[in-house]
Nanobody, 119 residues
Framework: QVQLVDSGGDLVQPGGSLRLSCEAS????????MCWYRQAPGKQRELVAT???????NYVDSVKSRFTISRDSNKNTVYLQMNSLKPEDTAVYYC?????????????WGQGTQVTVSS
């Protein structure tokens, strides 16, 4: 079992920045892919950013060059640095840890943290 605790969400003005954090209950980054998803009201949950166990990152087109996913293995924490925020970035952001071993999928979620971008 893995527990994930999301934090860092807030109300911020357009053009502002926030850093989200996701702390894992144990050391998992060497084998788990870590992701940030978001879900806006009335919309489906969307994959925003991924960092693989090997450190490779990937982003949805709408956040490329604005968001950066990173991790600190010493702190068991994954971050999402969000710059140049736009109103359309408003959503609940969720951290996810995923491991696929043959046919078994290990999938854990944080509780979510609210990001609101508004003037």
């Amino acid at each position: 079992q893995v527990q994930l605790v999301d934090s860092g969400g807030d109300l911020v003005q357009p053009g502002g920045s926030l850093r989200l954090s996701c702390e894992a209950s144990r050391s998992i980054f060497s084998i788990y892919s870590m992701c940030w998803y978001r879900q806006a009201p009335g919309k489906q949950r969307e994959l925003v950013a991924t960092i693989s166990s090997g450190g490779k990152t990937n982003y949805v087109d709408s956040v490329k060059s604005r968001f950066t996913i990173s991790r600190d293995s010493n702190k068991n924490t994954v971050y999402l640095q969000m710059n140049s925020l736009k109103p359309e970035d408003t959503a609940v952001y969720y951290c996810n840890a995923k491991l696929v071993v043959v046919t078994a999928v290990y999938d854990y979620w944080g509780q979510g943290t609210q990001v609101t971008v508004s003037s």
